[in-house]
């Protein structure tokens, strides 16, 4: 194996995390996958290694990954981010380790659900059926992404020659999209989800003195 896919998740920092190299990483999965493992998950009898994917962030995990950053800190392989991820996270906070393929949504939701209900104590069941009926309208309508300061995303046409201007479609004399256009206002504290359908003249327009951006 050369490569290989993570998502942590937690309530308070998630990351999606890429290991990979030209020749074998499976030495280093081994020892990457040993830093989640307890006593109790070992079973010496079958010879097998159970890894429960929801952990905790604890003084003892941490030292763990500073040991095995130090074996690893020559490779080309990204470990290091490990370090600045757990120091994110509280003492003592529950998060997910998922190995391989990227979470959906949905997925990532129920996550969020899940260690919600560990941090009040109540029941997930019950988060479920409140978050249900919160977001069951809006999730008809509108597709839900999870995100937090590590996200990138862009919206809309890639392809800059296809692109319609979403507020004035197209109607305006220059159209060109050559702005970084932001979704979400960046004066609401957004950088990094750029909206592709937004054309240059909308978009200087909006970030005028008089235009919406301002307000
Ligand atoms: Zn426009």
Redesign the pocket.
Known sequence: MTKMDFSFLALSHSIDMTFKSSTSIDQFLYDFMLLFVKEDDIDCVNHKIKIKILQQNTTELKNRVDTFIDKYKDSNLKVFQLRSYFQKLTEGEYFFIWPGNPLTTEQRIDFYKYLTSLLEGNDYETIKSQMKELFGEIKKVYSISAFDASTKKTIGEQDKSKRV?R??NNT?TNISFNNIAHAISESLGNKKIILNE??D??NSEFGSASGIESS
């Open positions: 201007c507020f004035c305006r937004e054309c003249e909308c």
